[in-house]
């Protein structure tokens, strides 16, 4: 059960070209600040998953009709409202790549990502709640080079990324009478890991002595760990695209 107006925390992702060379010095190292985001495509139906928290059930008589209000408001599962609405996720990192050969290379790095859901019950009483996660990841990618030059950059790769949630934060609101009458926050860590598998076409144009810009569309497949609720547990094929800046060196 939430009490009015309280504010509870639970303890709980250039290469050589491939044609001769014409410089006699090369770069071999590569650095990218990135930002993506993305769109997903259903494959699998997951709108009965928990949020995440201890957030109790409602009894079954409180759920086929309207909560009944006494002292506090229930907090509300997944599967009891009636609009759910997710946000594209946004992602922020830092990359690092590494020529093996002049046909290959391979990256990896830090990244963050935010995911945040909307959920609505509407009637006698109208609940509108929202979950934000906040999910820390290493990708490991193998890149392959189709095209370089002094200025563009080409390249296709492949790989995955492990992902673990470090918090969540679930806020619900009831109105009666467009008057706020009940508020709950929980906080939570978010328990195991969520595992990905990932493809980009990618293309960059260097335009200051190494410093360049790219752009990335890309696909990514999330695996049912048994995370929160998202647009990842809801759609599990992702289509997104990235870009930001980088370094040769």
Do not use: C
């Given at each position: 059960l939430a009490t009015t107006g309280e504010?509870?925390?639970?303890?709980?992702?250039?290469?050589?070209?491939?044609?001769?060379?014409?410089?006699?010095?090369?770069?071999?190292?590569?650095?990218?600040?990135?930002?993506s985001s993305g769109e997903g495509v259903s494959l699998a139906n997951n709108r009965n998953q928990l949020m995440s928290g201890?957030?109790?059930?409602?009894?079954?008589?409180?759920?086929?009709?309207?909560?009944?209000?006494?002292?506090?408001?229930?907090?509300?599962?997944?599967?009891?409202?009636?609009?759910?609405?997710?946000?594209?996720?946004?992602?922020?990192?830092?990359?690092?790549?590494?020529?093996?050969?002049s046909?290959?290379?391979?990256?990896?790095?830090?990244?963050?990502?935010?995911l945040s859901s909307k959920f609505k019950k509407e009637g006698q009483s109208n609940y509108h709640a929202k979950q934000e996660l906040h999910y820390i990841g290493v990708p490991v990618n193998l890149?392959?080079?189709?095209?370089?030059?002094?200025?563009?950059?080409?390249?296709?790769?492949?790989?995955?990324?492990?992902?673990?949630?470090?918090?969540?934060?679930?806020?619900?609101?009831?109105?009666?009478?467009?008057?706020?009458?009940?508020?709950?926050?929980?906080?939570?860590?978010?328990?195991?890991?969520?595992w990905s598998l990932n493809g980009a076409v990618g293309v960059s144009y260097t335009f200051f002595q190494g410093l360049g810009a790219y752009v990335e569309p890309k696909i990514s497949y999330y695996f049912d760990n048994e995370q929160p609720i998202s647009i990842r547990t809801e759609k599990n094929v992702v289509f997104g695209i990235g870009g930001g800046l980088r370094y040769k060196f």
């Open positions: 504010d509870r925390q639970t303890p709980q992702s250039e290469g050589r070209l491939l044609l001769p060379k014409k410089e006699k010095s090369h770069n071999t190292w590569l650095l990218a600040a990135s930002f201890s957030i109790d059930k409602a009894p079954n008589d409180e759920i086929a009709g309207e909560p009944t209000f006494t002292e506090s408001v229930k907090t509300l599962t997944s599967d009891e409202f009636s609009d759910i609405e997710h946000d594209i996720p946004l992602s922020f990192g830092l990359m690092v790549r590494k020529d093996i050969t046909y290959l290379g391979v990256e990896t790095g830090l990244n963050y990502t935010y890149v392959g080079y189709i095209w370089n030059d002094s200025k563009w950059n080409v390249y296709i790769s492949a790989g995955g990324m492990v992902e673990k949630g470090v918090r969540s934060i679930y806020t619900q609101n009831v109105y009666q009478n467009n008057k706020k009458i009940d508020e709950f926050k929980d906080r939570n860590n978010i328990d195991g890991l969520q």
